[in-house]
């Protein structure tokens, strides 16, 4: 599981895109922000109690939290003890993998960091734009 989302995740971002472990992590910081919807992606909950909030919090909770399997019939995720929070199976691949872990650390030690290399790669995914889009229903 762990070496098949490394693999997706690197297929994902950086042979189709050219993003690397720093700016795939970093950018992965946006999940800081929002949630999942059962109605949308069929995953379900926040990754921070401070959803509206864009902050480091993400990586402090990756590193500080027991994320356990959920045990429930939608898709394989994982949730805190409490049962507030969640990760996908992507978000744990990156303590998973030392090569992102690294960074992981250091986002988690250091928002500024995080802000400014986040602010760098963001930019870098709005200006590489999108193609082949089509419209679809996704409520
Ligand atoms: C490994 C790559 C990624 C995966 C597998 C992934 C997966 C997901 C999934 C399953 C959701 C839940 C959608 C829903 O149910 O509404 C989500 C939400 C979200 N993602 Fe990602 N994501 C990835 C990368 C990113 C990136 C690069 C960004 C932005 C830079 C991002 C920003 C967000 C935000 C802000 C939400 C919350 C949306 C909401 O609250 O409606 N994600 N992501």
Redesign the pocket.
């Known amino acids: 599981m762990s070496a098949m989302s490394v693999f997706f ?1 690197n297929v ?1 971002f950086f042979v189709i895109t050219g993003f690397d472990d720093q700016e795939i992590v970093a ?2 910081g ?2 800081a ?5 059962t109605t ?2 069929g ?1 379900d909950g926040p990754w921070t109690p401070l959803p509206t909030k864009f902050s480091n919090l993400y990586f402090t909770l990756l590193n500080q939290v027991k994320w356990n399997k959920r045990d429930w019939s939608g898709p394989f995720q994982y949730e805190d003890e409490g049962k507030s929070l969640m990760m ?1 199976p ?1 978000d744990l691949v990156l303590i998973q993998d030392s090569g992102f872990k690294k960074y992981v650390d250091i986002y988690a030690g250091d928002q500024e960091k995080f802000f400014s290399d986040f602010s760098l790669a ?1 930019n870098k ?1 709005e200006e590489l734009g999108t193609k082949n889009l089509s419209t679809a229903k996704w409520y």
């Open positions: 995740i994902l950018l992965s946006a999940h922000l929002g949630r999942c919807h949308a992606s995953y996908l992507t963001f995914l």
